[in-house]
């Protein structure tokens, strides 16, 4: 249970990170906040491959920050932010991130089920061949 200021200080360390690869923030209690702040290390770190926030309270504020990270990080290649709280916003800016980032072959949406339908057929649309996208959406 890390929370907000916890996921804020370990983004401090990974701005600068030259090591760790993989990281499991699952369950933590992490917020937009935390969220907010681990996507802007993400936008200078170079080293993450794996990021894993599955199961905390990520909703659109945070979601939005990460989509924008993935606009411009080079090496994360996967990313697990299922059964947070993202909605219709942040799912469309991630899908928007999607359409530029050629890196992410992994990313399991699973359990944010209040993404409406608009943001669902944006994110399979911006889906390149090599990512296999995880979600709990109904099919088109």
């Known amino acids: 249970m890390i929370r907000d200021e916890g996921a804020t200080s370990i983004a401090k360390a990974l701005e600068v990170n030259r090591v760790l690869k993989s990281l499991n923030l699952k369950s933590n209690n992490i917020k937009d906040e935390g969220a907010t702040s ?35 990080n080079a090496v994360l290649k996967s990313l697990n932010i299922s059964t947070n709280g993202i909605k219709d916003k942040g799912a469309t800016v991630i899908a928007k991130a999607l359409e530029v980032n050629v890196v992410l072959t992994t990313l ?6 209040l993404i409406n339908k608009e943001a669902k057929d944006a994110l399979r649309a911006a889906a390149k061949p090599s990512l296999k996208l995880q979600f709990s959406f109904l099919p088109k």
């Open 38 to 72: 681990i996507a802007e290390a993400l936008k200078v770190n170079r080293v993450l491959t794996g990021l894993n926030l599955w199961l905390n309270s990520i909703g659109d504020e945070g979601a939005v920050a990460i989509g924008k990270a993935l606009e411009v």
């Open 108 to 113: 399991d949406l699973y359990g944010n089920n």
